[in-house]
């Protein structure tokens, strides 16, 4: 098995790219992914909560996922999250990903009944232990894991790590101290990057890690050599435009402010969004252009680009 703990840094939630009738484009997906690698991030969590995945039918999950591995060619690490209410569904999808050649699983814990400890546990065993892949656990909060159940899943052979996208850092430390150092976290709110890391997660995973990459790679490397103070400055900057997106559509802003840096990813699948004509993308621009200068917001790139 791969040694996961090699698997670190900041990787987008990476979006999944629909043409004007909600269809899966591939070669907008293979421009966005050459898009956020020549933007030096570090790894792809693909087919997640962002990626739309639940409003994608399991076939067409699959074929995200050969697109994305037979597209990155080793580049980078990927991360297929195979989540689904059913653990048949599951096991397929992870199957599947594991002949396509990812380096890695994640899943939700089963959500909409209110599944017992035992379920979740028996969840990711069975899903484990279908393939030889690395699996990391997705803490969201939909269907929140606790950390005792945390501790408890992190006994199960080949579970590595979990994507942790709650607002109590502060089991991030236990998680460390608790379960093991070796235990991979992965700090899942954007919002909270620079806590996350702070407290000692490994890396991040976020759906604005898509549009505004240069914001977290330095915040990164700020609390990396201890200058809280910029990590800080940065963060405001990445929040100042995630609270302002998340009222107006978050996905669907992500895939617009890409666009503006010339890589589209094109639109967001009802309900959560649809297709955005010329005259809503013109007033969201001048919203954003009003942000910035109000903010003074410097050094995000499809801002720059407005």
């Known amino acids: 098995m791969p040694k996961f703990t090699s698997f670190s840094g900041v990787y987008p939630a990476m979006v999944t790219p629909f043409d004007e009738n909600e269809e899966l484009d591939e070669k907008r997906l293979r421009a966005l992914i050459n898009f956020l690698i020549e933007r030096k991030l ?4 693909i087919t997640g909560s962002t990626g739309e995945s639940f409003l994608m039918s399991p076939d067409e999950r699959k074929r995200v996922v050969e697109i994305t591995v037979d597209e990155v060619k080793g580049r980078i690490p990927i991360i297929a999250h195979i989540g689904a209410i059913g653990t048949r569904v599951s096991i397929d999808l992870a199957r599947h990903a594991e002949k396509a050649g990812v380096d890695a699983i994640s899943s939700v814990p089963p959500f909409y009944w209110g599944f017992s400890g035992d379920q979740i546990h028996g969840y990711y065993a069975d899903i484990t232990a279908s393939t030889s892949l690395p699996m990391l656990a997705y803490n969201v909060p939909m269907a929140a894991l606790g950390f ?3 501790k408890r899943i992190a ?7 979990v994507k942790y996208t709650a607002t109590t850092h502060h089991e991030i430390i236990r998680i460390k101290e608790e379960i093991g150092k070796d235990f991979v976290v992965f700090s899942g709110a954007d919002e909270m990057a620079m ?3 702070a407290f000692g997660a490994d890396g991040v995973i976020g759906s604005f890690y898509n549009s505004m ?5 330095a915040m990164r490397d700020a609390v990396k050599r201890g200058d809280m103070n910029e990590a800080k400055r940065l963060q405001e900057i990445g929040n100042a435009v995630i609270f302002f997106s998340l009222p107006r559509g978050g996905v669907a802003c992500i895939k617009r402010a890409m666009a503006w840096q010339g890589c589209d990813p094109g639109y967001v699948r009802r309900p ?3 297709f955005i004509d010329k005259a809503a993308e013109d007033k969201l621009k001048a919203e954003f252009r009003q942000l910035r200068d109000e903010r003074q917001l410097r050094g995000v790139a499809f801002l720059d680009a407005l």
Not at 42 to 45: K, T, V
Not at 155 to 161: E, N, S
């Open 42 to 45: 570090e790894g792809l969590y």
């Open 148 to 150: 005792d159940i945390i």
């Open 155 to 161: 006994g199960i052979d080949g579970m590595v790590g």
């Open 195 to 197: 806590s996350g890391l």
């Open 213 to 217: 990459p240069e914001i977290w790679l």
């Open 272 to 274: 959560l969004g649809g």
